[in-house]
């Protein structure tokens, strides 16, 4: 008796197939476990330690009396705890390194003065939901003739090093970028004439000169912001259910108008435009 060749061909398809949704189901599960690690070793320990960026000022600053880590994204970090139902850890990073903390393991999140683009949404996770929005802003001498953003063209430009404003200003405007350790770095490098303007963050250059009698002699006279983007908490890559109980207590400080009188308790001025809008958006939601 001769096996038609469609029988004899039959076990091997099913085989086949069976391996191979068998390979299907071993990569989901190992995507799913990757993804609840950092979430189960935060609820397994009751703590979950957050990378933040104190520069000074009231986003961030360390309290002489306590040398307690105080103001903007202390308290978000302190929250953001609060809020997963566990206790919080903040470790103290820089603008240089604050990526390598949270891709070592040394962080859990970051809350740092970290900006959403394509280029860090390649390399990391984030919650979606942004709890700020911030875009660069030069600070320049009184009487050095810049007045706008053009007038940087050819001109030494001091930055952070892995500041997202250093592509913008070389591609767009033509300036010399010369990137720091720190903004403190960057900044004294103005002050030493070093460079003609210093770029960071808006919530860095306005509290500073606004109240720092240091900063006298230097004004931010160019009008609008460069790359003015959505700040997040970051996440390291694929760890899907870290980055879905983040946003859901960042939506909740939207909801409750938390984020609206945080920014007023720690004395930020001028107002960010977008936290009204994101409180109706999620009130309206609820």
């Keep these: 008796m001769h096996t038609s060749p469609t029988l004899r061909r039959q076990p091997r398809a099913t085989l086949s197939a069976s391996l191979t949704f ?11 476990a990757r993804a609840d690690a950092t979430l189960d070793k935060i609820k397994q320990r009751g703590k979950v330690t957050i990378g933040v960026l104190v520069n000074g000022g009231p986003f961030g600053s360390i309290d002489p009396s306590t040398q307690q880590l105080v103001g903007w994204n202390p308290e978000l970090a302190r929250a953001l705890a609060k809020g997963l139902g ?6 103290q990073v820089q603008t240089a390194t604050r990526v390598q903390f949270l891709q070592a393991g040394k962080v859990d999140l970051l809350i740092a003065s970290m900006e959403l683009n394509p280029d860090r949404a390649e390399t990391l996770g984030y919650a979606p939901t942004p709890f700020y929005r911030v ?8 009487g050095s003739g810049i007045a706008r953003w053009e007038d940087l063209r050819g001109k030494p430009v001091c930055v952070s090093q892995g500041s997202s404003f ?7 405007y033509g300036a010399q970028v010369h990137g720091y350790k720190s903004s403190s770095d960057s900044l004294l490098a103005l002050k030493g004439g070093n460079c003609v303007a210093a770029v960071h963050d808006s919530t860095l250059i306005y509290p500073l000169l606004r109240s720092n009698p240091e900063w006298a002699q230097y004004s931010a006279p160019i009008a609008g912001e460069v790359l003015p983007a959505p700040s997040v908490v970051w996440t390291r890559k694929g760890e899907a259910d870290t980055i879905a ?3 859901k207590v960042v939506q909740d400080w939207h909801r409750t108008g938390w984020l609206i009188a945080a920014e007023k308790r720690v004395g930020i001025e001028p107002a960010n435009p977008l936290l009204p809008e994101l409180q109706a958006k999620f009130k309206s939601a609820s």
């Design 245 to 247: 109980a983040v946003d």
């Design 22 to 32: 068998i390979a299907a189901a071993l990569a989901l599960a190992c995507t799913q």
């Design 166 to 172: 250093a592509k913008p200003l070389a591609s767009e």
């Design 135 to 142: 875009g660069g802003i030069a600070a320049v001498r009184k």
């Design 86 to 91: 566990v206790e919080a850890e903040l470790v």
